[in-house]
């Protein structure tokens, strides 16, 4: 083979793994990737009062501090809502988070984590598998979805940039949301303060006023 010929070879090599590069860095940057993070305590939450107001969409609307709220947790699945609805205004982002030894397993057992329509779930094929994070309970009350609504223009880009596979450290508050227009409609978004729950209501309603990336 002529060394033209070589380096023509050369040069489409190259090409190529250049093009499967950006094509695994896009596809990371854009749905970051599965991890497991030993080591993650529990949330916290301290009893607290106050409010803020704000209008969005043609709302009124109070957001009421229930508790102040601070978790470090591993994002384990995101959905970005960029529509034009209200909610996706005040929540551009749920995130699915897991901590404990759920976020710890997560490498080790794929529990087919997936969000929709402001839900999130989870499913294993042989609920066997679980042993090692104690069954099903405790994956329900070691992982939750969040709403994320950013505090400022700020803590949005940030929030936005939450991929699958960071490890954050999110601080603010459960809040409530009651909205109203002048024709009357309202719009109410209640946040659960338990992680105990499951099923309509028990996702987090938080008001995020920092986003740590901490590792």
């Not at 596809?27 to 916290?44: H, L």
Request: with cysteine; hydrophobic share 35%; aromatic share 10%.
């Amino acid at each position: 083979m002529s060394k033209k010929k070589v380096l023509k070879r050369v040069i489409a090599i190259t090409i190529a793994v250049l093009l499967v590069g950006l094509v695994v860095w896009y596809f990371v940057q854009k749905n970051g990737v599965r991890r497991a993070i030993p080591g993650i305590g529990e949330p916290v939450q301290e009893e607290t009062t106050g409010n803020t107001t704000k209008t969005v969409d043609g709302y009124n609307v109070t957001i009421t501090y229930k508790y102040t709220y601070e978790i470090e947790a591993l994002v384990v699945h995101t959905k970005a809502y960029d529509g034009s609805s209200f909610a996706d205004k005040m929540s551009p982002l749920d995130a699915a988070l897991a901590w404990g030894k759920v976020a710890q397993y997560n490498k080790k057992i794929d529990f087919n984590w997936s969000q929709s329509g402001r839900w999130y779930s989870w499913h294993v094929d042989d609920v066997s598998v679980l042993a090692p994070v104690g069954g099903t309970s405790y994956v329900n009350e070691h992982s939750a979805n969040t709403h994320l609504l950013p505090s400022s223009s700020t803590i949005k880009d940030k929030v936005k940039k939450i991929r699958r596979g960071d490890h954050i450290r999110l601080k603010g508050y459960l809040v409530d949301v009651d909205a109203e227009k002048s024709n009357g409609e309202t719009y109410w978004w209640h946040s659960s303060t338990t992680r105990t729950d499951t099923g309509d209501g028990a996702c987090e309603v938080m008001y995020v006023t920092d986003v740590e990336w901490l590792d």
